[in-house]
């Protein structure tokens, strides 16, 4: 059974950057991919960045190019979402997430384990 525990978040002020992890157990060799996903408050979960297990490929949403790095150490497991010239649109929980699928690296239904989220808040 897949695990994953986020850590990194909390409160910045607007142009500063926060460094979020995702530590993971239980993976497979279905692994194709971790992505991050963010939600903010009365919006719908959205698409943040996504990084190919094994390749390490990367996607990012438009809104985040530039600013956000996400990276892997398929070695221990654990991943990574560099943020920065944070503003506080960013504002939101964050979500590691792992592809087991071979669907799209945007959606949620291609991540088959979630893990609970860590907040990040951005002051203007």
């Known amino acids: 059974q897949v695990q994953l525990v986020e850590s990194g978040g909390g409160l910045v002020q607007a142009g500063g950057s926060l460094r979020l992890s995702c530590a993971a157990s239980?993976?497979?060799?279905?692994?194709?991919?971790m992505g991050w996903f963010r939600q903010a408050p009365g919006k719908e979960r959205e698409f943040v960045a996504h990084i190919m297990w094994n390749s390490g490929v990367t996607y990012y949403t438009d809104s985040v190019k530039r600013r956000f790095s996400i990276s892997r150490d398929n070695v221990k497991n654990m991943g990574n979402l560099q943020m920065t010239s944070l503003t506080p649109d960013d504002t939101a929980v964050y979500y590691c997430a792992i592809r087991t699928t071979f669907g799209a690296v945007d959606a949620d239904s291609s991540y088959t384990s979630w893990g609970q989220g860590t907040q990040v808040t951005v002051s203007p």
């Open positions: 239980g993976l497979t060799d279905s692994t194709y991919g």
